[in-house]
C-alpha cells in the first residue's frame, strides 16, 4: 500500500484529500503545519509522495521542501495551493515540486496525478496541467 502525507493547516482539506485517497488503496497520513509534517517525514517510515500547502502557519511548504531536501529526503512533493503566483510557482518548480494543484480539490484530479507521480499508468503526466504545463487541464 503507498503512503501519502498530506500537509495542510486545513482539517477540511485533509480530510478531501483523505477521501479521495483512500478508497484508491492509498494509506494517508496527515499533519497540520510544516513543522508538523517535518516531524511526520522524519519519523513516519517510508514515504511514496508528500502533498503539501504552500501558506501555513509556523512553516510554509517552501520552507518544509528546503529542510527535507537538506536532510537528503527523496520524496516526491506535489502542492495544494490556492496561491498561483508565478514567483512562488518558479521557486516550487525550482525546488523540485512534481506538480501544483489549485484549490478548490477535485478528487479525480488529484487521485489520476498521485497515480502518475507514483508511477501508474494511463496518459502522460504531462498531458495535465497540475501547474506547470502550458496545456489546458484535462481529466483522466
Known sequence: MKRVLVIDDSSS??????????PGGYDVLEACDGLDGLEKI???GELDLVLCD????????????????????????LI???????????????????????????????????????????PDLDSIDLGFGNKPASTP
Not at 482539506?13 to 483512500?22: D, G, K
Not at 503566483?85 to 494543484?101: C, E, L
Request: charged share 20%.
Open 13 to 22: 482539506i485533509r480530510e478531501q484529500v483523505r477521501n479521495a485517497l483512500t
Open 42 to 44: 522524519r519519523t513516519a
Open 54 to 77: 504552500l501558506n501555513m502557519p509556523r512553516m510554509g511548504g517552501l520552507d518544509l521542501i528546503v529542510a527535507c531536501q537538506q536532510t537528503g529526503c527523496q520524496v516526491p512533493f
Open 80 to 122: 495544494l495551493t490556492s496561491d498561483g503566483q508565478p514567483s512562488v510557482i518558479r521557486r516550487a518548480r525550482d525546488a523540485g515540486v512534481k506538480g501544483w494543484i489549485v484549490k478548490p480539490i477535485k478528487g479525480d484530479l488529484l487521485r489520476f496525478a498521485v497515480d502518475k507521480v507514483l508511477g501508474g499508468t494511463g
